[in-house]
């Protein structure tokens, strides 16, 4: 358990904060200073409304996060205050800054969470829960957007990822993550909700084959935490699924709308929706990002998928912009708070 703890505590080594930093601002700096016109930037019209706009992208970004505490607390049964969920979503935020995408930040909330007082049978439970609703908000999202908007307006034609040894266009890969994304959804809530036993022999069966005999302990306690998540879970009400669901909703609502009113703060938007729309494909990419929470890489498509909604040369700024409101923040809350949350915790144990 010791040595769990020493390696969980190492992600929030400074280097695990200056590698995204660096990315990060290594990437706008060279997109800001490739396309760099003077003359846009003069050009600004700096009005009320700009300085209105960026202050409803922080109170976006706050509904953010306040959506997420509740959502905690109503899956601990209110057993965490408002002050101690505060710690554990910036935590939780900053672990999943400082991890590649593809990894995610659960094994450093499975330790926040348990630290926070929380059996870990119970954790697990939470944990799995919130990563089946931060997944099912997209799932139910995206035929509605593709409906809105048509895929002729939300793909990009010109823009080509490396995946897997392969070049995919935008589509392409929208098309790998979302049936991806169907896959896993549809594995936890048939593992929840129906047979998490039945599943979890499946997953051993599948693992004892010679080439996926390594990850067979792993596949075991994937079994295992179905298992408790099914025993915590079943048995709440309607009531308590629509309000988890709709504080999700709210969460990743107000986190893509910053980026509609920070442009806002600039220039005119027609179309909202399509700008909404477009970053559910950005977070597809980011989703199989190989960089701390997708640092260099959120950066480049920002102005590959949002460009054409922004007043040319602007948006490299903008992405900066956008990334040190919604990003870099977790960093620095994150390490701000770790040393009074691990007296706190442990002087409690």
């Known amino acids: 358990m010791a040595d769990n703890q020493k390696k969980i505590l190492s992600i929030f080594q400074f280097k695990r904060i200056i590698i995204p930093i660096i990315l990060g601002l290594g990437v706008a700096t060279y997109l800001l200073f490739r396309s760099f016109n003077p003359e846009v930037f003069q050009n600004i019209n700096w009005r009320w409304q700009s300085f209105f706009w960026l202050f409803l992208a922080l109170a ?54 348990n630290r926070e007082g929380i059996n870990f049978g119970k954790t697990t439970a939470i944990v799995l829960t919130t990563s089946l609703l931060d997944e099912l908000f997209y799932v139910i999202m995206v035929p509605i957007v593709v409906i809105i908007v048509g895929t002729n307006n939300l793909f990009l034609s010109n823009s080509n990822f490396g995946f897997l040894n392969s070049n995919f266009g935008s589509f392409g890969i929208f098309i790998i993550g979302y049936i991806f994304i169907l896959i896993l959804i549809s594995i936890i809530i048939y593992g929840i909700f129906i047979n998490p036993r039945g599943l979890k022999w499946l997953l051993i069966k599948i693992f004892k084959f010679r080439f996926l005999r390594r990850w067979l302990i792993s596949a075991a306690k994937t079994g295992d935490d179905l298992i408790v998540t099914s025993r915590e879970m079943r048995g709440k009400s309607i009531w308590f699924w629509l309000k988890a669901f709709g504080s999700t909703f709210i969460s990743w609502t107000a986190r893509f709308w910053v980026v509609n009113v920070m442009i806002l703060a600039f220039s005119s938007v027609d179309n909202h929706f399509l700008i909404y729309a477009r970053q559910l494909v950005m977070w597809v990419i980011l989703l199989i990002s190989p960089t701390p929470g997708g640092s260099g890489v ?52």
């Open 60 to 113: 976006l970004m706050a509904t953010r996060d306040v959506a997420y505490m509740y959502r905690i607390r109503l899956l601990t049964d209110k057993k965490i205050s408002w002050r101690k969920s505060f710690d554990v979503i910036m935590l939780w935020e900053f672990g999943s800054s400082v991890t590649p995408s593809v990894v995610g930040g659960s094994a450093l909330a499975l330790f926040i969470v």
């Open 298 to 349: 959120a950066e480049f498509i920002f102005s590959d998928f949002l460009g054409e909604f922004i007043i040319p040369g602007l948006a490299p700024g903008l992405a900066l912009l956008w990334r040190l409101m919604s990003f870099y923040p977790y960093l620095f809350i994150g390490a701000l708070i770790l040393p009074g949350w691990l007296k706190r915790v442990y002087s409690q144990k």
